[in-house]
């Protein structure tokens, strides 16, 4: 019996563990341009911010710049 619940035990340690390893970081930005509205982009799902930042403005255009920044959501 006590050895059925140690392996029990280390079986939900096993789990939880895997669980907080598998969740994964992801990052978004949000760019308007300086004239607030008329050009903008958007990225998500990206492993940084750097990388969320810079397609968001390559999507936006040269006069764009972040306002927002999100992740996991």
């Given at each position: 019996m006590r050895g059925g619940l140690k392996n029990?035990?280390?079986?939900v340690v096993g789990v939880i563990a895997a669980m907080v390893a598998g969740t994964a970081f992801?990052?978004?930005s949000l760019a308007i341009d300086t004239l607030q509205g008329k050009e903008y982009g958007f990225s998500?799902?990206?492993p940084s911010y750097g990388v969320a930042?810079?397609?968001a403005k390559?999507?936006?255009g040269p006069d764009c710049s972040i306002v927002?920044?999100?992740?996991?959501?």
């Open positions: 029990i035990a280390a079986g992801a990052a978004g998500f799902n990206h930042d810079e397609r390559r999507e936006c927002k920044r999100f992740e996991n959501q």
